[in-house]
């Protein structure tokens, strides 16, 4: 396998596939669908109070994602920090310690590769960028303001942009444009008049394949951290 040119510590080639997606086309089409998000989750907190929409909860969401890569065959990973910025909307059941919750975000993923098959050295680097919807089970109960939660529950990425070191080019011949996906977290938030706070851990785990190459495939798996403000109803 080839080994990439390093100045600085830094990798100097990058895949043809892939740009920083903050500049150019791939830039606006994050921030297209960020947008949109955002400006979904204000049109429904800004809506009509109505008595089936009581007990719920209406927000945005922010945080940070540590993302690595499974590779099958091994080698050796590490976790690149990345983000999640999107908008949520968590209602209640008819059993009471029982909620659902629908999220539609922008994440960035992927992950630093330190060796190749045979174990030598390499300094690769892939960077993924997804829209994303999860729908979650979530469980929890309170005690005045505060409360505690678990939720679980599958997910989509739906991938808007990668970017590749030019030798992992060379391995990862086939992007998917959809990944599913599954995850599970803990929090605790408190309610304070109509509004409510969360802080939230959960692992993310790629179901099917994010990359898949000749003699390779690669799965995302990401732990984030993420606050959630919302309005409630």
């Known amino acids: 396998m ?12 990058y895949s043809g596939r892939g740009r920083i997606p903050s500049s150019g086309r791939a830039g606006r089409r994050v921030a297209t669908a960020l947008a949109v998000l955002l400006l979904a989750a204000w049109c429904v907190s800004a809506g009509p109070a109505l008595a089936q929409n009581a007990d719920r909860l209406t927000g945005i969401v922010a ?3 540590e993302s690595e890569q499974i590779w099958s065959p091994l080698v050796e990973t590490d976790r690149r ?4 910025v999107g908008a949520f909307v968590d209602v209640r059941t008819p059993v ?5 919750r629908a999220e539609g ?3 960035r993923r992927g992950g630093l590769v330190l060796s190749d098959f045979r174990g030598g050295g390499l300094d690769g680097e892939v960077q993924s960028d997804y829209l994303t919807f999860q729908l979650h089970a979530k469980v ?3 005690v005045g303001p505060v409360h505690v939660f678990a939720a679980v529950g599958p997910g989509v990425d739906y991938l808007v942009q990668s970017r590749e070191d030019a ?11 959809t990944v599913f996906t599954g995850s599970a977290g803990v929090g ?3 309610r304070i008049g109509t509004f409510a706070v969360e802080v939230e851990g959960r692992w993310l785990r790629g179901l099917t394949d994010a990359y898949r190459g000749s003699s390779a495939t690669v799965r995302n798996r990401s732990l984030e951290w993420v606050l959630r403000v919302s309005r409630t109803r």
């Open 81 to 84: 920090s990345g983000f999640v």
């Open 105 to 107: 975000a922008v994440a």
């Open 140 to 142: 929890g109960g309170s």
């Open 188 to 190: 605790a938030g408190i």
């Open 2 to 13: 080839a080994r990439l040119t390093i100045h600085n510590g830094r990798s100097l080639m």
């Open 63 to 65: 945080g940070l994602a």
């Open 167 to 177: 030798v992992l080019t060379q391995v990862l011949i086939e992007e998917h444009a």
């Open 96 to 100: 009471t310690a029982l909620r659902v």
